[in-house]
C-alpha cells in the first residue's frame, strides 16, 4: 500500500511540473488578457465571470479579488460572478433551460465594451458555451479560460478575445493552473492601474 503521504507529495510534484510546463505558452495570453480587463475598466466597462463547480468557485473568487482587493489597497473594481444568485440561476433554469443561466444574465447585464471570463476545464461546458455567445452578441470581449485543447470554447472565439488554454490532461491540474492564472491576472491588473512593483 502506498504510503499516504507520498502520494500527497507526488500532488505538489505534479502541480508544481504543470505550472511550469505551461508558464511560457501562457505568458503572454495572460499579458493580453490583463490589458483587455484593464481597457475595459478604464472605460467604465465591468467584468462578468462564469463557470460550473470549482470553475463557479473560480469566477467568483476572481469577482471578490476586483470588487475588494488582491494585495494591495485599491478602489473596488466592477466585477460580478454570474454563479451567486440563486433565484437568477433557478428561474432561468426552471423556466427555460440549464444551459441559458449565464447567457441571459449576460444578455441582461452586459453592454458593449464589457469583458466576459468564461471558465470551463473542458471547453465544452453547454452553459458557458452560450455564455460566450451571447457576449459576442452584445459586442463584449471574451477571455475564456480552458483546458485540454480549449474544446468548442477554442473553436468560437472571435480575433479579439483571449484563449488561455491549460493543454493537459487532469481536471485538477487544470483547475490549480486557472487558479493562478487568475491570481496573475489580479496582480497585472493592479500593477497596471497602479505601477510599483
Same mark, same amino acid.
Given at each position: 500500500?502506498?504510503?499516504?503521504?507520498?502520494?500527497?507529495?507526488?500532488?505538489?510534484?505534479?502541480?508544481?511540473?504543470?505550472?511550469?510546463?505551461?508558464?511560457?505558452?501562457?505568458?503572454? /495570453?495572460?499579458?493580453?488578457?490583463?490589458?483587455?480587463?484593464?481597457?475595459?475598466?478604464?472605460?467604465?466597462?465591468?467584468? *462578468?465571470?462564469?463557470?460550473?463547480?470549482?470553475?463557479?468557485?473560480?469566477?467568483?473568487?476572481?469577482?471578490?479579488?476586483?470588487?475588494?482587493?488582491?494585495? =494591495?489597497?485599491? /478602489? %473596488?473594481?466592477?466585477?460580478?460572478?454570474?454563479?451567486?444568485?440563486?433565484?437568477?440561476?433557478?428561474?432561468?433554469?426552471?423556466?427555460?433551460?440549464?444551459?441559458?443561466?449565464?447567457?441571459?444574465?449576460?444578455?441582461? *447585464?452586459?453592454?458593449?465594451?464589457?469583458?466576459?471570463?468564461?471558465?470551463?476545464?473542458?471547453?465544452?461546458? %453547454?452553459?458557458?458555451?452560450?455564455?460566450?455567445?451571447?457576449?459576442?452578441?452584445?459586442?463584449?470581449?471574451? =477571455?475564456?479560460?480552458?483546458?485540454?485543447?480549449?474544446? *468548442?470554447?477554442?473553436?468560437?472565439?472571435?480575433?479579439?478575445?483571449?484563449?488561455?488554454?491549460?493543454?493537459?490532461?487532469?481536471?485538477?491540474?487544470?483547475?490549480?493552473?486557472?487558479?493562478?492564472?487568475?491570481?496573475?491576472?489580479?496582480?497585472?491588473?493592479?500593477?497596471?492601474? *497602479?505601477?510599483?512593483?
Amino acid at each position: 500500500m502506498t504510503n499516504l503521504a507520498d502520494r500527497i507529495r507526488k500532488h505538489f510534484d505534479e502541480s508544481a511540473q504543470t505550472k511550469l510546463q505551461v508558464k511560457d505558452a501562457l505568458a503572454q /495570453p495572460l499579458a493580453d488578457a490583463a490589458q483587455t480587463l484593464v481597457t475595459c475598466l478604464m472605460n467604465d466597462g465591468k467584468i *462578468l465571470c462564469c463557470g460550473n463547480g470549482g470553475s463557479a468557485a473560480d469566477s467568483q473568487h476572481f469577482a471578490a479579488e476586483l470588487i475588494n482587493r488582491f494585495e =494591495i489597497e485599491r /478602489p %473596488a473594481l466592477a466585477a460580478i460572478a454570474l454563479t451567486t444568485d440563486s433565484s437568477v440561476l433557478t428561474s432561468i433554469a426552471n423556466d427555460y433551460d440549464y444551459n441559458q443561466i449565464f447567457s441571459k444574465q449576460v444578455r441582461g *447585464l452586459g453592454m458593449a465594451g464589457d469583458v466576459l471570463i468564461a471558465i470551463s476545464t473542458s471547453g465544452n461546458s %453547454a452553459n458557458v458555451v452560450e455564455a460566450v455567445h451571447a457576449a459576442h452578441e452584445r459586442d463584449m470581449r471574451v =477571455i475564456a479560460l480552458t483546458g485540454h485543447e480549449g474544446g *468548442l470554447m477554442g473553436e468560437i472565439l472571435e480575433a479579439d478575445d483571449v484563449h488561455v488554454c491549460v493543454n493537459v490532461g487532469r481536471t485538477a491540474r487544470i483547475q490549480e493552473v486557472h487558479l493562478l492564472a487568475l491570481h496573475c491576472l489580479c496582480d497585472a491588473i493592479d500593477h497596471l492601474l *497602479l505601477g510599483g512593483e
